[in-house]
């Protein structure tokens, strides 16, 4: 496991409780100021919200590889249905914070 910083700092460690979130790209104005990290609770669960994503699990493999592949198919199906291939359709960076 190891830390890395993108605009946020990521730390992604094995079977620890992992509270995710992402947003739809262009969704938020370029230079907003990010809350305190919020306390979690116990248990997967995920929340699909109009323009992000929250999903609260505890990871058994690489998290940026999951979030790879989720984001990939989820933006590949979600850009043929609206149809708005060719565009950016999830933000790079995640927001993620360890319970």
């Given at each position: 496991m190891k830390i890395y910083r993108r605009r946020l700092p990521h730390y992604h460690p094995l079977k620890q409780p992992l509270f995710i979130t992402w947003r739809l790209a262009g969704s938020l104005p370029p230079h907003r100021a990010f809350p305190p990290t919020p306390k979690l609770s116990s248990g997967k669960a995920f929340v699909v919200m109009?323009?992000?994503?929250?999903?609260?699990?505890?990871?058994?493999?690489?998290?940026?590889?999951?979030?790879?592949?989720?984001?990939?198919?989820?933006?590949?199906?979600?850009?043929?249905?609206?149809?708005?291939?060719?565009?950016?359709?999830?933000?790079?960076e995640s927001y993620d914070h360890v319970g």
């Open positions: 109009s323009n992000h994503v929250h999903m609260l699990l505890t990871p058994h493999v690489a998290v940026p590889k999951l979030l790879g592949s989720l984001k990939s198919i989820t933006a590949k199906r979600a850009t043929q249905i609206l149809d708005l291939t060719g565009r950016p359709f999830w933000q790079e």
